[in-house]
């Protein structure tokens, strides 16, 4: 019994050893640690300075030629159209006649007020022939009166004070002919307004109306139509709509260029004559006008133009290459690189020259950026900077 006891013992002393040595792992096949894990490889990132200089350079924007003049011509009285000679396209001269009315009633009214006028002066004469015959009653009553006895005073009084009243009755009469002189000419100007004369040298781009029509100024009959649309030809005017950041700097008389679509490989150059000064709160555009000299009229008012607008700066501003200016969803950065780490720089882009760009934020000159700007570099990855300059 006891040596089946000892040998019980001894065969699950050999089983529990057997499964000790079967749980540890094997030295061959599992490597020891020690220390810390090894780090990531620094990667390698090209970066260049950011420059300061003052912007010159030029931008596209569109633009507009108008007429220097443009005006719809309505006449100052009322009346039918008797004749018009001219016609869309038709060129005229300052003080050419292009068109004449017809209006009866003002033969009668000019009848009427030469009838006044030749009244008025007859009237003039009668109160002057009478004021020269009881002037020279008086005077020879006067004269007649230094004799003692042989004129009454009270005669003589009367005589004089008839000859005052006579002076002041010419005057009036004098009144009465100037009225009516004026009356007179102010019918005869009206009449002078039948006939249509061009107010400058230009070009009829519309007609409005045929013989027979029926015109007149502004609240009378026929004052919704005007005759003809007379424009300039030689002169015009180029309306640029300039954006306000790219509005300063650049003062009048300063040529640039343009170009237009009927003239394709021809560039024109004009100067800047108007800047409104004021911001169209709309559209954040000023309006600036070119004075534009085409002598032979090559060019048609309301076509659109290329203009090559001057940006200019009086003060250096900072500049880096545009491919070192990224965004996402949230904020426009570059990424500037400090004792070989990144960090974004929030910034406002401007202007581009060439292949840089202008950058407003937390930025001085020679400041290191990446020359290419990713949200996949995060702030605060340590890089090896690999400095590229700019061309």
């Known amino acids: 019994m006891k040596q089946k006891t000892v040998m019980f013992l001894a065969t699950l002393v050999a089983t529990c050893l ?3 040595s079967c749980s540890q792992p094997s030295t061959g096949t599992t490597p020891a640690v020690t220390g810390s894990q090894p780090s990531q490889p620094v990667s390698e990132v090209a970066v260049t300075r950011v420059v300061a200089k003052k912007l010159a350079t030029s931008v596209r924007l569109p633009a507009e030629l108008m007429p220097y003049e443009v005006v719809d011509i309505y006449p100052k009285v009322t009346g039918f159209v008797k004749w018009i000679k001219v016609d869309r396209g038709s060129r ?13 009633e003002l033969a009668a009214r000019r009848a009427e007020a030469d009838s006044k006028y030749q009244s008025a002066e007859s009237q003039l004469l009668a109160a002057q022939a009478k004021l020269s015959a009881d002037e020279a009653t008086y005077q020879r009553m006067s004269a007649a009166a230094k004799v003692p006895g042989v004129v009454a005073g009270n005669d003589l009084d009367i005589a004089q004070k008839t000859a005052q009243a006579d002076q002041a009755d010419v005057a009036a009469h004098r009144k009465n002919v100037k009225a009516a002189q004026d009356a007179l000419h102010a019918v005869a100007q009206l009449e002078a307004y039948l006939d249509i004369t061009a107010p400058f040298d230009g070009q009829v781009t519309a007609r409005y ?6 015109v007149g100024p502004a609240g009378g009959p026929g004052a919704s139509t ?15 709509p300039v954006p306000e950041y790219e509005a300063a700097g650049v003062p009048e008389g300063t040529e640039v260029s343009f170009s237009v679509p009927a003239f394709p490989g021809r ?3 004009a100067p800047i004559a108007r800047i409104s000064h004021a911001v169209d709160v709309k559209t954040r555009t000023m309006p600036v006008e070119l004075d534009v000299r085409d002598p032979h009229a090559q060019l048609d008012p309301g076509a659109f133009c290329d203009v090559e607008w ?5 003060y250096p501003t900072l500049f880096v ?3 070192a200016v990224a965004s996402d969803l949230a904020r426009t950065f570059v990424i500037r690189v400090k004792d070989h780490r990144t960090e974004w720089v929030d910034v406002k882009t401007g202007a581009t020259a060439g292949k840089l760009i202008e950058v407003f934020g937390e930025l001085r000159e020679g400041d290191e950026v990446a020359l290419q700007g990713t949200d996949q570099l995060s702030p605060g990855t340590e890089i090896s900077p690999r400095m590229v300059s700019q061309q």
Not at 226 to 240: A, D
């Open 18 to 20: 057997f499964s000790s």
């Open 209 to 214: 109306v045929h013989p027979g029509a029926l």
């Open 321 to 323: 290459p545009a491919s």
């Open 267 to 269: 560039t024109f150059r």
């Open 310 to 314: 001057p940006v200019r700066r009086d």
């Open 226 to 240: 005007p005759i003809v649309c007379i424009q300039t030809l030689t002169r015009l005017r180029l309306v640029v």
């Open 92 to 104: 005229v001269k300052k003080g050419e006649l292009i068109a004449q009315l017809d209006a009866p």
